[in-house]
């Protein structure tokens, strides 16, 4: 039973980490709507540059996101079909 209520919570952590990050290109996109056309490499390091920032996210954001690298990131949006 614990295996299942670990798997359930990394599953809402993820979650929860998508929603940040599909938040954040939402920022950017209304920053700069030239980034449609971006590579998804450049995307990823401007994302990461701002989840890094400090104060750019909560403290609880902040947390969520500690592990993902840029790699974690790339493959999240390459399953996401409104980016990049």
């Known amino acids: 039973m614990d295996l299942k209520k670990n798997k359930t919570d990394e599953e809402l ?6 929603k940040i990050i599909e938040r954040v290109v939402d920022d950017m996109s209304k920053e700069d709507q ?4 971006a590579p998804t490499v450049d995307i990823v390091r401007i994302i ?6 400090e104060g750019y996210l909560s403290k609880e954001e902040a947390l969520l996101m500690e592990g993902l690298d840029f790699r974690d ?5 390459s399953y996401a079909s409104n980016c990049c």
């Open 48 to 53: 990461m540059s701002k989840i890094e920032t």
């Open 13 to 18: 952590k993820s979650e929860k980490q998508k």
């Open 34 to 37: 030239s980034l449609y056309y």
């Open 73 to 77: 990131i790339q493959n999240f949006l």
